[in-house]
């Protein structure tokens, strides 16, 4: 759990109890009893009233209550287009967590907001990525999180084919296609795979380093020299 929604859960149970002891935070959130106490002492250094101590309990103030998410018109249109292209243009995994992030969203806006996401009238209709493709970005996803080198069969525009052992850095989406920015071993070298020309992609358990100069900042700030 990232520290910033961890934070947002101590706000939540606090609210819902009277009194809630660090050991009882700590279990739920599966963090250490220190870790609670300095994020209480965050919490508070921002201004959340939160009563009590360490060994005995917090409580919130009554009244306190998160501010409403503000978001203007056009704001609310690209959360809902980029949900919708996501929807249209990713794995299964990332299109229901696209749904669910607006759902979230929603939820918590304001009551004249609420619909803003629903009037949104900037579409992606189609379902445009083959299944093929969405399941060799599903695992694209897990390989580069999990820095698992990546073994892979690729052909060309041109017809040539070759078998590539390469160290997946990121997925770039171009409008039409995706492709994979990766350390490739046979060339020494960055080099882009476009998704649906890769076959028999295979994860492989060997876990490739952070190294200077081979990382997706470089590969990037590489890119931009070129271009």
Same mark, same amino acid.
């Given at each position: 759990? @990232?520290?910033?929604?961890?934070?947002?859960?101590?706000?939540?149970?606090?609210?819902?109890?009277?009194?809630?002891? *660090? &050991?009882?935070?700590?279990?739920?959130?599966?963090?250490?009893?220190?870790? +609670? !106490?300095?994020?209480?002492?965050?919490?508070?250094?921002?201004?959340?009233?939160?009563?009590?101590? *360490?060994?005995?309990? !917090?409580?919130?103030?009554?009244?306190?209550?998160?501010?409403?998410?503000?978001?203007?018109?056009?704001?609310?249109? /690209?959360?809902?287009?980029?949900?919708?292209?996501?929807?249209?243009? /990713?794995?299964?995994?990332?299109?229901?967590? /696209?749904?669910?992030?607006?759902? %979230?969203?929603?939820?918590?806006?304001?009551?004249?907001? %609420?619909?803003?996401?629903?009037?949104?009238?900037?579409?992606?209709?189609?379902?445009?990525?083959?299944?093929?493709?969405?399941?060799?970005?599903?695992?694209?996803?897990?390989?580069?999180?999990?820095?698992? %080198?990546?073994?892979?069969?690729?052909? &060309?525009?041109?017809?040539? %084919?070759?078998? &590539?052992?390469?160290?997946?850095?990121?997925?770039?989406?171009?409008?039409?296609?995706?492709?994979?920015?990766?350390?490739?071993?046979?060339?020494?070298?960055?080099?882009?795979?476009?998704?649906?020309?890769?076959?028999?992609?295979?994860? @492989?358990?060997? +876990?490739?380093?952070?190294?200077?100069?081979?990382?997706?900042?470089?590969?990037?700030?590489?890119?931009?020299?070129? @271009?």
């Amino acid at each position: 759990m @990232r520290r910033a929604d961890r934070l947002f859960q101590i706000v939540q149970f606090l609210r819902s109890r009277r009194v809630t002891t *660090a &050991r009882w935070l700590a279990e739920r959130l599966e963090v250490s009893e220190r870790t +609670i !106490y300095r994020d209480v002492r965050d919490l508070l250094a921002s201004g959340v009233p939160i009563d009590g101590e *360490a060994g005995i309990g !917090y409580a919130i103030r009554r009244g306190f209550d998160l501010p409403p998410l503000m978001f203007s018109r056009e704001e609310l249109d /690209a959360l809902a287009l980029g949900a919708r292209i996501v929807e249209s243009w /990713a794995d299964p995994a990332l299109a229901t967590a /696209a749904r669910s992030v607006l759902s %979230k969203v929603q939820t918590v806006l304001p009551d004249n907001l %609420k619909n803003g996401i629903d009037a949104a009238t900037l579409f992606s209709p189609m379902v445009r990525i083959q299944p093929e493709v969405a399941a060799t970005m599903a695992l694209l996803r897990q390989s580069i999180d999990s820095r698992n %080198k990546i073994e892979f069969d690729y052909a &060309r525009a041109d017809g040539e %084919k070759s078998h &590539r052992r390469v160290w997946p850095l990121g997925l770039f989406f171009w409008g039409q296609v995706w492709t994979l920015g990766a350390w490739c071993e046979l060339r020494e070298a960055f080099r882009s795979f476009r998704l649906d020309r890769m076959a028999a992609v295979v994860q @492989r358990d060997e +876990i490739f380093p952070a190294l200077r100069g081979r990382t997706v900042e470089d590969l990037i700030a590489q890119c931009r020299e070129e @271009r």
